[in-house]
Protein backbone atom coordinates (compact mmCIF):
# COMPACT_ATOMS: atom_id res chain seq x y z
CA UNK A 1 0.00 0.00 0.00
CA UNK A 2 0.97 3.44 -0.84
CA UNK A 3 2.74 5.29 2.32
CA UNK A 4 0.43 8.10 1.96
CA UNK A 5 -2.47 6.12 1.68
CA UNK A 6 -1.78 3.78 5.10
CA UNK A 7 -1.27 7.15 6.76
CA UNK A 8 -4.51 8.16 5.51
CA UNK A 9 -6.07 4.59 6.63
CA UNK A 10 -4.50 4.46 10.32
CA UNK A 11 -5.78 8.79 10.74
CA UNK A 12 -9.27 7.25 9.98
CA UNK A 13 -8.60 3.98 11.73
CA UNK A 14 -8.23 5.65 14.74
CA UNK A 15 -10.65 8.72 14.15
CA UNK A 16 -13.35 6.24 13.82
CA UNK A 17 -12.14 4.05 16.75
CA UNK A 18 -11.90 7.45 19.33
CA UNK A 19 -15.15 9.13 18.30
CA UNK A 20 -17.30 5.60 18.46
CA UNK A 21 -18.06 4.74 14.82
CA UNK A 22 -16.14 1.57 14.86
CA UNK A 23 -15.95 0.94 18.85
CA UNK A 24 -17.95 1.44 22.23
CA UNK A 25 -16.43 5.13 22.90
CA UNK A 26 -19.42 7.37 23.69
CA UNK A 27 -20.68 9.10 19.86
CA UNK A 28 -18.61 12.42 19.25
CA UNK A 29 -19.95 13.58 16.58
CA UNK A 30 -19.06 17.24 14.77
CA UNK A 31 -20.03 18.36 11.85
CA UNK A 32 -17.32 20.14 10.17
CA UNK A 33 -15.12 17.20 11.15
CA UNK A 34 -17.38 14.09 9.70
CA UNK A 35 -17.96 15.96 6.75
CA UNK A 36 -14.44 15.38 5.66
CA UNK A 37 -14.35 12.23 6.65
CA UNK A 38 -16.91 10.71 5.01
CA UNK A 39 -15.13 11.94 1.92
CA UNK A 40 -12.10 10.32 3.17
CA UNK A 41 -13.57 7.05 3.63
CA UNK A 42 -14.88 7.10 0.07
CA UNK A 43 -11.37 8.22 -1.11
CA UNK A 44 -9.52 5.35 0.87
CA UNK A 45 -12.36 2.81 -0.46
CA UNK A 46 -11.01 3.50 -3.81
CA UNK A 47 -7.39 3.44 -2.80
CA UNK A 48 -7.66 0.45 -1.17
CA UNK A 49 -10.40 -1.69 -2.95
CA UNK A 50 -11.45 -2.26 0.74
CA UNK A 51 -15.42 -1.82 0.45
CA UNK A 52 -15.17 -1.72 4.43
CA UNK A 53 -14.14 1.36 4.24
CA UNK A 54 -17.61 2.45 2.03
CA UNK A 55 -19.49 0.72 4.53
CA UNK A 56 -17.97 3.36 7.11
CA UNK A 57 -18.68 6.20 4.89
CA UNK A 58 -22.74 5.61 4.57
CA UNK A 59 -22.62 4.97 8.10
CA UNK A 60 -21.35 8.05 8.93
CA UNK A 61 -23.54 9.43 6.91
CA UNK A 62 -26.21 8.01 8.78
CA UNK A 63 -24.99 8.35 12.59
CA UNK A 64 -24.57 12.40 11.77
CA UNK A 65 -27.95 12.57 10.40
CA UNK A 66 -29.37 10.40 13.55
CA UNK A 67 -27.52 12.66 16.29
CA UNK A 68 -26.79 16.16 15.07
CA UNK A 69 -30.22 15.59 13.06
CA UNK A 70 -31.99 15.75 16.41
CA UNK A 71 -32.14 17.50 19.56
CA UNK A 72 -29.09 17.04 22.52
CA UNK A 73 -30.01 14.62 25.10
CA UNK A 74 -29.54 17.70 27.35
CA UNK A 75 -31.98 19.82 25.78
CA UNK A 76 -35.65 19.74 26.89
CA UNK A 77 -36.85 19.32 23.44
CA UNK A 78 -37.00 16.08 21.90
CA UNK A 79 -37.03 14.47 18.36
CA UNK A 80 -35.90 15.18 15.10
CA UNK A 81 -35.06 19.29 14.45
CA UNK A 82 -37.14 19.05 11.67
CA UNK A 83 -40.07 18.23 13.76
CA UNK A 84 -41.51 15.82 11.44
CA UNK A 85 -42.09 12.20 12.77
CA UNK A 86 -39.73 9.83 13.26
CA UNK A 87 -40.59 7.78 9.89
CA UNK A 88 -40.95 11.10 7.72
CA UNK A 89 -37.66 12.63 9.03
CA UNK A 90 -35.58 9.78 8.52
CA UNK A 91 -36.44 10.02 5.05
CA UNK A 92 -35.50 13.27 4.90
CA UNK A 93 -33.08 13.86 7.66
CA UNK A 94 -31.92 17.39 6.71
CA UNK A 95 -34.96 19.20 6.57
CA UNK A 96 -34.39 20.85 9.73
CA UNK A 97 -31.00 21.89 8.73
CA UNK A 98 -27.89 19.87 11.16
CA UNK A 99 -26.26 20.81 14.78
CA UNK A 100 -22.50 21.86 14.68
CA UNK A 101 -21.68 19.47 17.34
CA UNK A 102 -20.55 21.25 20.19
CA UNK A 103 -19.99 20.39 23.40
CA UNK A 104 -21.93 23.31 25.46
CA UNK A 105 -25.16 23.91 24.42
CA UNK A 106 -26.64 26.97 22.83
CA UNK A 107 -27.21 30.32 24.63
CA UNK A 108 -30.81 30.54 26.00
CA UNK A 109 -33.04 33.62 24.74
CA UNK A 110 -32.28 36.34 26.63
CA UNK A 111 -28.71 35.20 28.06
CA UNK A 112 -25.89 37.89 27.33
CA UNK A 113 -23.35 37.30 24.33
CA UNK A 114 -19.57 35.82 25.24
CA UNK A 115 -17.81 36.03 22.71
CA UNK A 116 -15.74 33.35 23.94
CA UNK A 117 -17.93 31.09 25.35
CA UNK A 118 -19.93 31.25 22.00
CA UNK A 119 -17.25 29.11 20.40
CA UNK A 120 -17.98 25.76 22.73
CA UNK A 121 -21.69 26.36 22.04
CA UNK A 122 -24.27 24.15 19.99
CA UNK A 123 -26.47 26.37 17.17
CA UNK A 124 -25.85 25.98 13.47
CA UNK A 125 -23.62 27.27 11.24
CA UNK A 126 -24.17 27.89 7.43
CA UNK A 127 -20.61 27.39 6.73
CA UNK A 128 -20.88 23.82 8.12
CA UNK A 129 -23.76 22.99 6.66
CA UNK A 130 -22.11 23.75 3.27
CA UNK A 131 -19.43 21.43 4.50
CA UNK A 132 -22.09 18.74 4.85
CA UNK A 133 -23.79 19.70 1.84
CA UNK A 134 -20.35 18.87 -0.02
CA UNK A 135 -20.20 15.59 1.32
CA UNK A 136 -23.67 13.83 0.57
CA UNK A 137 -23.31 15.19 -3.01
CA UNK A 138 -19.71 13.38 -3.09
CA UNK A 139 -21.07 10.56 -1.71
CA UNK A 140 -24.04 10.60 -4.28
CA UNK A 141 -21.44 11.12 -7.41
CA UNK A 142 -18.97 8.42 -6.03
CA UNK A 143 -21.85 5.74 -4.91
CA UNK A 144 -24.78 7.11 -7.31
CA UNK A 145 -26.96 6.83 -5.06
CA UNK A 146 -29.87 9.87 -6.03
CA UNK A 147 -31.20 10.30 -2.21
CA UNK A 148 -27.73 11.78 -0.86
CA UNK A 149 -28.33 14.22 -3.43
CA UNK A 150 -31.38 14.78 -2.66
CA UNK A 151 -30.70 15.30 1.39
CA UNK A 152 -27.93 17.70 0.51
CA UNK A 153 -30.13 20.01 -1.83
CA UNK A 154 -32.97 19.61 1.07
CA UNK A 155 -30.36 20.79 3.66
CA UNK A 156 -29.34 24.00 0.76
CA UNK A 157 -33.05 24.78 0.88
CA UNK A 158 -33.74 24.79 4.40
CA UNK A 159 -30.46 27.08 5.26
CA UNK A 160 -31.29 28.98 2.49
CA UNK A 161 -34.51 30.21 3.95
CA UNK A 162 -33.29 30.11 7.48
CA UNK A 163 -29.99 32.28 7.21
CA UNK A 164 -30.64 34.74 4.38
CA UNK A 165 -32.75 37.70 5.16
CA UNK A 166 -34.11 41.32 3.52
CA UNK A 167 -35.73 42.53 0.81
CA UNK A 168 -34.73 42.56 -2.99
CA UNK A 169 -31.27 44.40 -3.29
CA UNK A 170 -31.12 43.99 0.48
CA UNK A 171 -30.25 40.46 1.34
CA UNK A 172 -28.00 39.63 3.84
CA UNK A 173 -26.94 36.46 6.33
CA UNK A 174 -26.75 35.23 9.41
CA UNK A 175 -23.52 33.43 11.18
CA UNK A 176 -25.16 31.48 13.50
CA UNK A 177 -28.57 30.67 14.35
CA UNK A 178 -30.00 28.56 17.25
CA UNK A 179 -30.72 24.55 17.01
CA UNK A 180 -33.98 24.91 15.88
CA UNK A 181 -33.25 28.26 13.37
CA UNK A 182 -35.68 30.05 14.90
CA UNK A 183 -33.45 33.08 16.13
CA UNK A 184 -29.77 34.38 15.46
CA UNK A 185 -27.04 33.75 17.44
CA UNK A 186 -24.35 35.70 16.03
CA UNK A 187 -26.32 38.11 13.67
CA UNK A 188 -22.98 39.32 11.54
CA UNK A 189 -22.76 37.22 7.82
CA UNK A 190 -19.49 35.43 7.41
CA UNK A 191 -16.85 36.57 5.05
CA UNK A 192 -17.34 33.60 2.28
CA UNK A 193 -20.66 32.32 3.52
CA UNK A 194 -22.33 33.68 0.14
CA UNK A 195 -19.86 32.25 -1.93
CA UNK A 196 -19.93 28.70 -0.21
CA UNK A 197 -23.51 28.79 -0.78
CA UNK A 198 -23.32 29.69 -4.49
CA UNK A 199 -20.74 27.60 -5.53
CA UNK A 200 -22.31 24.79 -3.68
CA UNK A 201 -25.52 25.03 -4.80
CA UNK A 202 -24.02 25.11 -8.10
CA UNK A 203 -22.43 21.77 -7.39
CA UNK A 204 -25.60 19.73 -6.15
CA UNK A 205 -27.51 20.89 -8.98
CA UNK A 206 -24.90 19.86 -11.79
CA UNK A 207 -24.49 16.44 -9.66
CA UNK A 208 -28.99 16.21 -9.75
CA UNK A 209 -28.54 16.64 -13.29
CA UNK A 210 -26.02 14.23 -13.77
CA UNK A 211 -27.78 11.61 -11.73
CA UNK A 212 -31.11 12.50 -13.90
CA UNK A 213 -32.52 13.19 -10.15
CA UNK A 214 -36.36 14.38 -10.49
CA UNK A 215 -36.73 14.53 -6.78
CA UNK A 216 -33.27 16.90 -5.68
CA UNK A 217 -35.30 20.35 -5.10
CA UNK A 218 -35.04 23.22 -7.29
CA UNK A 219 -31.96 25.53 -6.32
CA UNK A 220 -32.76 28.37 -8.52
CA UNK A 221 -33.64 30.98 -5.80
CA UNK A 222 -30.71 30.12 -3.73
CA UNK A 223 -28.27 30.33 -6.16
CA UNK A 224 -29.85 34.05 -6.98
CA UNK A 225 -29.56 35.28 -3.92
CA UNK A 226 -26.19 33.61 -2.40
CA UNK A 227 -24.66 35.23 -5.90
CA UNK A 228 -26.18 38.07 -5.59
CA UNK A 229 -24.23 39.35 -1.83
CA UNK A 230 -21.10 37.68 -3.26
CA UNK A 231 -18.70 41.05 -3.21
CA UNK A 232 -16.46 40.59 -5.84
CA UNK A 233 -14.09 43.08 -4.69
CA UNK A 234 -13.79 41.95 -0.87
CA UNK A 235 -12.73 38.26 -1.25
CA UNK A 236 -9.30 38.37 -0.43
CA UNK A 237 -7.94 37.13 2.97
CA UNK A 238 -4.72 36.04 4.51
CA UNK A 239 -6.37 33.53 6.55
CA UNK A 240 -4.81 30.22 5.77
CA UNK A 241 -8.28 28.27 6.06
CA UNK A 242 -10.38 30.97 4.43
CA UNK A 243 -7.57 30.96 1.59
CA UNK A 244 -7.81 27.25 1.01
CA UNK A 245 -11.53 27.81 0.87
CA UNK A 246 -11.18 29.98 -1.90
CA UNK A 247 -8.79 28.01 -3.61
CA UNK A 248 -11.84 24.84 -3.45
CA UNK A 249 -14.30 27.56 -4.53
CA UNK A 250 -12.49 28.77 -7.68
CA UNK A 251 -11.48 25.11 -8.71
CA UNK A 252 -15.14 23.36 -7.47
CA UNK A 253 -16.79 26.29 -9.82
CA UNK A 254 -14.19 25.87 -12.82
CA UNK A 255 -15.94 21.98 -12.52
CA UNK A 256 -19.22 23.41 -13.30
CA UNK A 257 -19.27 26.60 -15.12
CA UNK A 258 -15.80 26.86 -16.46
CA UNK A 259 -17.10 30.49 -18.11
CA UNK A 260 -18.22 32.13 -14.49
CA UNK A 261 -16.58 35.29 -14.41
CA UNK A 262 -16.63 34.90 -11.18
CA UNK A 263 -13.37 32.15 -11.29
CA UNK A 264 -11.41 35.37 -12.23
CA UNK A 265 -12.32 36.93 -9.10
CA UNK A 266 -11.62 34.30 -7.12
CA UNK A 267 -8.26 33.67 -8.54
CA UNK A 268 -6.94 36.69 -8.21
CA UNK A 269 -8.11 37.29 -4.29
CA UNK A 270 -6.31 34.07 -3.99
CA UNK A 271 -2.80 35.21 -5.22
CA UNK A 272 -3.39 38.39 -3.25
CA UNK A 273 -3.85 36.26 -0.09
CA UNK A 274 -1.35 34.11 -0.51
CA UNK A 275 1.39 36.87 -1.03
CA UNK A 276 -0.08 38.81 2.46
CA UNK A 277 -0.01 35.37 4.05
CA UNK A 278 3.35 34.29 3.30
CA UNK A 279 4.74 37.34 3.96
CA UNK A 280 3.61 37.73 7.68
CA UNK A 281 2.85 34.31 7.84
CA UNK A 282 3.45 31.98 11.34
CA UNK A 283 4.84 28.85 8.97
CA UNK A 284 8.42 29.46 10.88
CA UNK A 285 7.20 29.18 14.50
CA UNK A 286 7.65 26.22 16.84
CA UNK A 287 4.63 24.39 16.12
CA UNK A 288 2.89 25.11 19.48
CA UNK A 289 1.93 28.59 18.12
CA UNK A 290 0.57 27.11 14.46
CA UNK A 291 -2.63 25.50 14.02
CA UNK A 292 -2.53 22.67 11.82
CA UNK A 293 -6.24 22.06 10.30
CA UNK A 294 -6.34 25.70 9.68
CA UNK A 295 -2.90 25.39 7.79
CA UNK A 296 -4.04 21.90 6.17
CA UNK A 297 -7.15 23.75 4.91
CA UNK A 298 -4.74 25.67 3.05
CA UNK A 299 -2.70 22.87 1.77
CA UNK A 300 -5.88 21.19 0.64
CA UNK A 301 -7.16 24.66 -1.09
CA UNK A 302 -3.36 24.63 -3.31
CA UNK A 303 -4.16 20.85 -4.12
CA UNK A 304 -7.19 21.85 -5.59
CA UNK A 305 -5.63 24.64 -7.69
CA UNK A 306 -3.56 22.26 -9.44
CA UNK A 307 -6.09 20.79 -10.80
CA UNK A 308 -7.84 23.58 -12.37
CA UNK A 309 -7.39 23.22 -16.10
CA UNK A 310 -6.48 26.53 -17.50
CA UNK A 311 -7.12 25.53 -20.87
CA UNK A 312 -10.42 25.43 -20.33
CA UNK A 313 -10.77 28.84 -18.47
CA UNK A 314 -9.02 30.32 -21.00
CA UNK A 315 -11.54 29.79 -24.01
CA UNK A 316 -14.05 31.99 -21.83
CA UNK A 317 -12.32 33.66 -19.80
CA UNK A 318 -9.57 35.20 -21.46
CA UNK A 319 -5.45 34.34 -21.09
CA UNK A 320 -4.83 36.14 -17.98
CA UNK A 321 -7.08 33.43 -16.20
CA UNK A 322 -4.46 30.99 -17.89
CA UNK A 323 -1.67 33.25 -16.12
CA UNK A 324 -3.47 33.45 -12.72
CA UNK A 325 -3.68 29.29 -12.76
CA UNK A 326 -0.14 28.69 -13.75
CA UNK A 327 1.06 31.13 -11.05
CA UNK A 328 -1.15 29.32 -8.28
CA UNK A 329 -0.28 26.04 -9.68
CA UNK A 330 3.59 27.05 -8.57
CA UNK A 331 2.11 27.66 -4.87
CA UNK A 332 1.41 23.47 -4.83
CA UNK A 333 4.81 23.06 -3.29
CA UNK A 334 3.89 25.31 -0.37
CA UNK A 335 1.13 23.08 0.60
CA UNK A 336 3.19 19.74 0.29
CA UNK A 337 5.18 21.52 2.91
CA UNK A 338 2.43 22.35 5.09
CA UNK A 339 1.42 18.63 4.67
CA UNK A 340 5.11 17.04 4.98
CA UNK A 341 5.22 19.30 7.99
CA UNK A 342 2.31 17.99 10.24
CA UNK A 343 3.22 14.20 8.90
CA UNK A 344 5.93 14.32 11.22
CA UNK A 345 5.33 12.91 14.51
CA UNK A 346 6.97 15.77 16.56
CA UNK A 347 4.47 18.58 15.35
CA UNK A 348 1.39 16.49 16.62
CA UNK A 349 2.51 16.26 20.03
CA UNK A 350 2.14 19.85 19.98
CA UNK A 351 -1.24 21.48 22.75
CA UNK A 352 -2.32 23.05 19.71
CA UNK A 353 -3.13 19.88 17.69
CA UNK A 354 -3.51 17.73 20.28
CA UNK A 355 -6.62 19.91 21.67
CA UNK A 356 -8.10 19.97 17.89
CA UNK A 357 -7.17 16.13 17.32
CA UNK A 358 -9.89 14.70 15.49
CA UNK A 359 -10.38 18.03 12.97
CA UNK A 360 -7.06 18.11 12.49
CA UNK A 361 -6.02 14.34 11.87
CA UNK A 362 -9.32 14.10 9.33
CA UNK A 363 -7.60 17.47 7.66
CA UNK A 364 -3.84 15.66 7.10
CA UNK A 365 -6.25 12.14 6.20
CA UNK A 366 -7.60 14.49 3.41
CA UNK A 367 -4.54 16.13 2.31
CA UNK A 368 -3.01 12.71 1.78
CA UNK A 369 -5.99 10.77 0.06
CA UNK A 370 -7.98 13.62 -1.49
CA UNK A 371 -9.87 12.57 -4.34
CA UNK A 372 -12.44 11.97 -2.37
CA UNK A 373 -13.03 15.52 -1.47
CA UNK A 374 -12.10 17.16 -4.34
CA UNK A 375 -12.73 14.35 -7.52
CA UNK A 376 -16.34 14.76 -9.97
CA UNK A 377 -16.69 10.90 -9.21
CA UNK A 378 -15.12 7.60 -9.20
CA UNK A 379 -13.46 6.10 -11.58
CA UNK A 380 -15.68 3.63 -13.47
CA UNK A 381 -14.57 0.38 -12.00
CA UNK A 382 -12.61 1.81 -9.42
CA UNK A 383 -14.65 1.00 -6.50
CA UNK A 384 -15.21 -1.64 -3.72
CA UNK A 385 -16.65 -4.95 -5.77
CA UNK A 386 -20.12 -3.97 -4.03
CA UNK A 387 -20.11 -0.26 -4.26
CA UNK A 388 -22.68 0.92 -7.22
CA UNK A 389 -20.92 2.21 -10.30
CA UNK A 390 -20.43 5.76 -10.42
CA UNK A 391 -21.86 8.40 -11.99
CA UNK A 392 -20.56 10.03 -15.20
CA UNK A 393 -18.97 13.48 -14.56
CA UNK A 394 -21.82 16.27 -14.87
CA UNK A 395 -20.79 18.07 -17.93
Known amino acids: MDARVAEAAELM????????????????????????????????????????????????????????????ADDRRRGWLSGLPDAEARAHPTRGGLRIGKPLPERSEGERLDPDLEWDRDGQYFHYLTKWMHALDQAA????????????????????????????????????????????????MGHHDP????????????????????ASPDLTSAIADFGGMID??????????????????????????????????????????????????????PAYRRLGF????????????????????VESLGAGVRDRVRELQRWAALGAAIASYWLGRDPRRAPTWVEHQDISDVMLATCLVPDGFLALGEPRGAGPADAPAAPPPAP
Do not use: Q
Not at 156 to 166: D, E
Not at 199 to 205: A, D, F, P
Not at 299 to 313: E, K, Y
Open 13 to 72: TRFAERTGLTSDAPGRRYLWTDAFAVCNFLSLAHATRDGAYHELGLRLVDRVHDELGRHR
Open 294 to 313: RELGLALGLAAASRIDGSVL
Open 195 to 214: LDGFVTCKRLEATARALGSA
Open 232 to 285: EAALATDDPLGLGGLLLDAYRLSEVDAESELIRHLLDASVVGLHAYVSASTLRA
Open 141 to 188: RWTGDVRLNVWACELAVTAHRAFVHGGAGRKRMVWKLSVDLSRPLVPS
